[in-house]
């Protein structure tokens, strides 16, 4: 693209200039003509509907109507003038109000000529008024035959500099004078073919100035597609780069600290699920080439034994391994399991995280580069460049959808070929945000819970009910059960911020005597060690009830706790609802997970609160999320990146998502390196497009 018209900064079109371009650069990104050729309309106005002043109702928002002006005329109120016309359609009149441009309106308009009245109804004591309309002489409304207004979306300050929606019209339009005929092809014949695509210039005209709807239709089809495309073919021909180009370690033996980790410290039987993970994982050690895969499950269904057992091989073939993370408690929480899981094996096993100590982190540092290190498990401290291992084979990232995309390719350049990746994920992602999040990267499902798991049985109430709610935890304390209570961070307010908490704590410490229960509190702004004596307190059963925020949320695993009280339930997200609640229904008891609500809650919350009671599956709960939030939020901000369509929409398109993941695939396997003259513009298109830099680098 280096020599097309596309890379022209659009300070050179017509109308924008070195200000304006300046402004659209910051408030929009659009820096060169591709981007705003690139820059569509979020809806259309339909234009090509008149309507009668007899019809209007207010639900009408703009609309469009043919008549005359009988007679203009001005109006003083105070010191300021108007003008006020009265417009006929040839049954009915309605008024018409300019404030401002008076003379110009004065001259403008031609008494019993026939225009085009177009506006932003205004209801006024009942009667429906314009204020400020668009129009137009009828004649040359209907020369320019525009049936689908663009409506692009602007800011205030693009307002404010005079960057209206007639303005982008106009740019656009002085865009497609300059680019001419220049528009390339990216995708090959055969697929437009297949999909009877419309020619990219065809499909950018019609996506900005459509004739009707079917082009409109065609056009948005085809950019979808060619967008799909493309993110497919950027996974997998990574991932197919990655495959064939980077050999991986060979791990050829299952060893001694397998098989008696295996045979004497494994006390349950591994589900079939967690046995064919294993199995893929091995098949991937023992193929010369790195494993890049995905273990899915659902919270609870055990993915950190096969992550150990898949560690544990890493150590037998003499490499070293490690486990990331997201949170300290949880790196704790991992570390202390494993330690324990390990303890009759001669493995070195410790930790690292933000808040280790100056003299413990160079021991660590300096074990790890000497290689007697074996097992190093830490948060994203380890992810730092003085963090160097002497041979890491196999690293575990654990909740990767916490961590940005950037942190985890950093881990690639710990050893060199990159070691072996296991990213683990308890949120449970739908089949379609995978696909377009990770293309082809190799899927494992954990889709069984060990045997004797119940159901957590889901309950919401109200507020007013909180005493009877207490009862039945004094009851569930009597019985033997600890009990997590959890409460709202609000985090736009730091004052705020630990409100709910201490709020509840205090209710609970009237509710619940000190004599008779213990009661732990923790959050996240507390030091460390004093998270850990709590979290220590509460795992051996010397809490019965822990009242915390949502730094419990990941990865706590205490069996004996049954309860999961959520305070202000509502103000939860569905993937976190389910992150807490999986919390509890870990050991053989009946668990409870009760959302208490207030007694009027919003309907989408209501939503949220109805899928955790009817389900406790996670992949439900995820599709549920997915519709109400969309793709970007259940990634959250770090990654909703990769997903920034320009106008695809994976759930609605999901269709043409699997289309064009086909179509790639079987484009990569006929021509795996785009050598094939065919295969040309796909090709240029990958390698020169600003959008694709990164492509560039594999290949
Ligand atoms: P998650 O997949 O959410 O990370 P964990 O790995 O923490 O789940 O496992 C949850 C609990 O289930 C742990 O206490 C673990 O020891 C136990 N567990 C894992 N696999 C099995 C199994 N096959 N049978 C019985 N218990 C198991
Ligand atoms: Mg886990």
């Not at 300050?157 to 092809?185: H, V």
Request: charged fraction near 25%; include cysteine.
């Amino acid at each position: 693209m280096k020599d097309t018209k596309l890379n022209t900064s659009i300070e050179f079109i017509k109308g924008i200039g070195k200000i304006r371009a300046k402004i659209l650069k910051d408030e929009i990104g659009v820096k060169n003509c591709f981007d705003l050729l690139n820059y569509y309309p979020y809806k259309y106005l339909d234009r090509s509907r008149f309507y009668k002043i007899n019809e209007l109702t207010d639900s009408n928002i703009y609309v469009q109507i043919i008549g005359v002006f009988k007679n203009i005329s001005y109006k003083k109120s105070g010191n300021k003038y108007r003008i006020e016309g009265v417009f006929f359609d040839g049954e009915k009149s309605i008024k018409v109000l300019w404030f401002k441009g008076l003379s110009w309106i004065e001259k403008s308009i031609i008494l019993k000529s026939k225009y085009v009245l177009y506006g932003k109804l205004n209801w006024f004591e009942n009667s429906p008024s314009f204020i400020h309309p668009d129009f137009e002489k009828f004649e040359s409304f209907r020369k320019k035959s525009i049936n689908l207004q663009p409506v692009y979306s602007t800011t205030e300050k693009l307002t404010n500099s005079g960057i209206s929606n007639k303005y982008f019209i106009k740019i656009i339009k002085a865009l497609f004078n300059f680019l001419g005929n220049q528009f390339d092809e990216n995708l090959n014949e055969s697929l437009n073919k297949k999909y009877n695509l419309i020619s990219p210039k065809l499909a950018y005209q019609n996506i900005h100035f459509p004739s009707d709807k079917k082009s409109l239709e065609d056009a948005r089809y085809r950019l979808k597609f060619e967008e799909l495309f493309f993110n497919q073919l950027k996974f997998k021909l990574t991932h197919s780069m990655v495959k064939n180009n980077s050999s991986g370690y060979y791990f050829p033996n299952v060893g001694i600290n397998f098989n008696s980790f295996y045979n004497e410290n494994l006390n349950f039987e591994l589900t079939s699920a967690q046995k064919r993970v294993v199995k893929e994982i091995r098949k991937d050690f023992s193929s010369k080439k790195q494993m890049i895969r995905l273990l899915q499950g659902d919270v609870g269904s055990g993915k950190t034994i096969v992550a150990l057992m898949s560690m544990l091989i890493s150590i037998d073939n003499g490499y070293q391994t490690c486990l990331v993370a997201p949170t300290e408690i949880l790196a704790f929480q991992h570390f202390n399991n494993i330690k324990n899981s390990l303890k009759d094996l001669a493995i070195n096993i410790k930790i690292l995280t933000g808040s280790t100590k100056r003299s413990d982190r160079r021991i660590i540092l300096s074990e790890l580069f000497d290689g007697s290190l074996d097992i190093l498990i830490g948060t994203h401290a380890l992810f730092e460049d003085n963090v160097v291992f002497k041979n890491l084979g196999f690293a575990v990232i654990d909740e990767q959808h916490r961590f940005g995309v950037k942190q985890r390719s950093k881990i690639w350049k710990k050893n060199n070929p990159p070691p072996h990746i296991l990213i683990m994920t308890a949120t449970p992602i739908p089949r379609t945000l995978t696909m377009s999040l990770y293309g082809d990267l190799d899927l494992s499902i954990i889709d069984e819970l060990p045997p004797g798991r119940k159901d957590v049985i889901t309950v919401r109430r109200k507020d007013s009910n909180r005493l009877k709610v207490f009862g039945f935890l004094k009851d569930q304390i009597k019985k033997g059960r600890q009990i997590y209570i959890v409460y709202p961070l609000i985090e736009e307010s730091k004052k705020m911020d630990l409100k709910f908490l201490k709020d509840g704590y205090e209710s609970i410490l009237r509710e619940f005597d000190q004599n008779k229960y213990s009661i732990g509190v923790m959050h996240g702004r507390m030091k460390t060690p004093n998270k850990d004596f709590e979290m220590k307190q509460f795992s051996e059963g010397k809490t019965d009830i822990l009242v915390s925020t949502t730094v419990i949320e990941v990865g706590v695993n205490v069996p004996n706790a049954a309860v999961m009280i959520i305070e202000n339930a509502e103000r939860f997200g569905l993937s976190q609802l389910h992150q807490l609640r999986g919390r509890v229904g870990r050991g053989k008891y009946d668990s409870y997970c009760i959302l208490m609500t207030k007694d009027k809650i919003s309907d989408e919350a209501k939503i949220r609160i109805d899928a955790m009671v009817e389900t406790n599956d996670g992949f439900r709960i995820s599709e549920v999320d997915l519709k109400l939030r969309g793709p970007g939020d259940i990634l959250g901000t770090q990654q909703s990146g990769i997903l920034d369509f320009k106008i695809a929409d994976i759930i609605q398109d999901e269709n043409i998502l699997s289309d064009a993941s086909k179509d790639a695939s079987k484009l990569l396997k006929n021509d795996p390196k785009l050598i094939l003259n065919e295969n040309y513009n796909i090709r240029r298109f990958i390698l020169n497009n600003p959008i694709n830099k990164s492509w560039k680098e594999i290949g």
